[in-house]
């Protein structure tokens, strides 16, 4: 079945540093990724949708500015949270099509804290 | 958009019981309804899906089904069983390819 890695899978920072999260699909092309965001006991928030190549999309509500997605390759995406706040603190997951199917296969999540 | 509501919130069962969960959805277009299986701290697992084409779907202890008239779907789990207990979270996409997803049932099954 399709694969979807995430590094790292948990991040202790300081407030104010950045921090990037990688989200890889290691055996197909994934031409869709998406970036969810989700609080314990809550359902999955979408935050963006990127395509390869092409600037991400966010969803309302999400400062693009401060969660930097990029889409460089079929293979890769990456999230950077900005100057990061304790109110930032929470775990990332994304996802990946292959653009045959609407099918979404997750990477394992990013348990970001925020100190 | 799409709007997706899942019930119950959590489910409460005894082993082997049946348990069932149900989601509507707003957008007629919508054509694709994945069930996924979270466990605690761990990623969602899609554990079966139906596409609009098709009323009914198993899968040994697991089905869904469909209802487009009605625009709902509904997951079934039977003979239950402890590892069955997870957070499940339906979902439903269009031509877009963005899902909306259910806010989740935290099915709990009682040893």
């Known amino acids: 079945g399709a694969v979807v890695s995430q590094h790292p899978s948990r991040v202790i920072c300081k407030s104010g540093t950045s921090v990037k999260i990688e989200c890889r699909s290691l055996?197909?092309?994934?031409?869709?990724m998406f970036w969810y965001r989700q609080f314990p006991k809550k359902s999955l928030m979408l935050m963006a949708t990127?395509?390869?190549?092409?600037?991400?999309?966010?969803e309302q509500g999400v400062e693009k500015d401060k969660f930097l997605i990029n889409h460089a390759s079929l293979t890769l995406s990456t999230l950077t949270v900005t100057s990061a706040h304790p109110e930032d603190s929470s775990f990332y997951i994304c996802?990946?099509?292959?653009?045959?199917?609407?099918?979404?296969?997750f990477g394992p999540g990013t348990r970001l804290t925020v100190l | 958009g799409e709007n997706v509501e899942q019930h119950p919130s959590t489910l409460s069962v005894q082993e082997g019981d049946s348990a069932v969960i149900k989601c509507t959805y707003s957008?007629?277009?919508?054509?694709?309804f994945p069930w996924y299986k979270q466990e605690l701290g761990k990623r969602p697992q899609l554990i079966i899906d139906?596409?609009?084409?098709?009323g009914e779907k198993k899968d040994q202890r697991i089905a869904v089904t469909l209802n487009k008239t009605a625009k709902h779907f509904s997951l079934h789990i039977t003979e239950t069983q402890p590892e069955d207990s997870a957070v499940y979270f339906c979902?439903?996409?269009?031509?877009?390819?963005?899902?909306?997803f259910g806010r989740g049932t935290s099915l709990i099954v009682h040893p």
């Open positions: 996802s990946a099509t292959s653009g045959r199917t609407d099918t979404q296969y």
């Open positions: 055996d197909f092309q994934a031409t869709t």
């Open positions: 990127s395509n390869e190549g092409s600037k991400a999309t966010y």
């Open positions: 957008d007629s277009a919508s054509n694709y």
């Open positions: 139906i596409r609009s084409n098709v």
């Open positions: 979902a439903a996409s269009g031509g877009s390819y963005i899902p909306t």
